[in-house]
């Protein structure tokens, strides 16, 4: 009797597994580009700017599945403002306009404090609401610069990658 059959088996097993792998390694390359290196979770709902263009708030929106973590905000080309810092509501109070510093529902720390979290629903917000835990609905970013802000870049850290991203500011000073 031959074992031309075993061997056959023997040899077939290598190539099934370097199949497997490159049907895996195909289907997973489009994933992770379309989730880590494709990400961008932060959104801008809106600006409010006073103090002659030198004081601005944008809202933060966390569009994406996971927690972003704030690590550095540069304005008009790089450099540092005087002062940025993470304004976080726990109320449906937009982190905007002006005199939040008095409303004990926002609350201003520094931007590495805490993470920005996925936006929630409106039934998870009305939910949010009538639970006695503080839950973060809002989120703003007050930039406070010695000259006007024209440009502001923000970096990140989703899913573990650090990420630049200039925001999209339209024609918002022009």
């Known amino acids: 009797m031959s074992s031309y059959p075993s061997d056959m088996k023997t040899m077939a097993k290598p190539y099934r597994v370097l199949g497997f792998l490159t ?3 195909i289907l997973a390359v489009p994933l992770i580009y379309l989730l880590l290196l494709r990400p961008t979770p932060i959104q801008v709902g809106g600006f409010t700017s006073f103090e002659g263009e030198h004081t601005l708030i944008f809202e933060a929106i966390n569009r994406g599945v996971h927690d972003v973590e704030l690590i550095d905000v540069r304005i008009n080309g790089g450099e540092q403002p005087a002062k940025a810092e993470l304004g976080v509501s726990y109320s449906l109070h937009l982190v905007g306009g002006t005199e939040l510093d008095g409303n004990s529902d926002i609350q201003f720390m520094d931007m590495q404090a805490m993470p920005i979290q996925p936006g929630l629903t409106a039934d998870q917000k009305r939910s949010a609401l009538q639970d006695t835990a503080l839950t973060p609905l809002n989120y ?19 899913f573990g990658f650090t ?4 925001l999209p500011m339209g024609r918002f000073f022009q």
């Open 23 to 25: 049907i895996g390694v």
């Open 140 to 158: 703003g970013v007050r930039i406070l610069s010695e000259v006007p802000i024209r440009r502001i870049e923000l970096e990140y850290r989703y």
């Open 163 to 166: 990420f630049k991203r200039e």
